[in-house]
């Protein structure tokens, strides 16, 4: 039988022990520049552990998945955060799981609205980018150095994702 994993919206509670979510907050808000400019301040917080003790900002161009789509692994960065912001204006899906005897758990499946990133804490098990509908740009921000601070896990029998409703209003 096929485990289908549902496909929740992403919110600030709900994502809370995985990482930040990192979107225009009103109650962070501040004008800035003879008030030409809004700042939405303090989204999320990017964290090294180790040496390098450097982040660096990338670009990842995700191609688009299809579906329905196998979630066979998950990967983890024990010395960093790891931050996805979506540039192409697109919503992605966020796949993450919780460590269970220093692997995943069942994944959790989170539907990012094209206003919504995200901010993994370290040592958060979660699944490669995950780009809806079209190829996507993301902005992301991570611990220079990453093939030592990269671990995966590959799943007996993996998950799956349906079609998603890329039309779901933003939580």
Request: proline share 11%; charged share 20%.
């Amino acid at each position: 039988m096929t485990d289908f994993l549902p496909i929740l919206p992403l919110s600030k509670s709900a994502f809370a022990p995985y990482g930040d979510v990192i979107e225009a907050d009103p109650t962070t808000m501040r004008l800035i520049n003879n008030g030409t400019t809004e700042r939405y301040h303090g989204l999320a917080e990017p964290v090294v552990v180790g040496e390098p003790e450097r982040l660096i900002f990338n670009i990842f161009r995700g191609q688009q998945r299809q579906f329905p789509y196998e979630v066979g692994m998950m990967e983890r960065h024990p010395f960093g955060s790891q931050s996805f912001v979506p540039l192409s204006g697109r919503p992605f899906l966020v796949g993450v799981s919780d460590d269970e005897e220093g692997g995943p758990g069942r994944p959790k499946i989170f539907l990012a609205a094209a206003g919504q990133g995200v901010n993994y804490f370290p040592n958060v098990w979660h699944h490669p980018l995950m780009a809806l509908g079209a190829v996507s740009d993301f902005l992301v921000v991570d611990r220079d150095n990453t093939a030592a601070n990269l671990e995966e896990f590959f799943f007996d029998t993996p998950y799956m994702i349906a079609t998603p409703d890329i039309t779901e209003p933003k939580p």
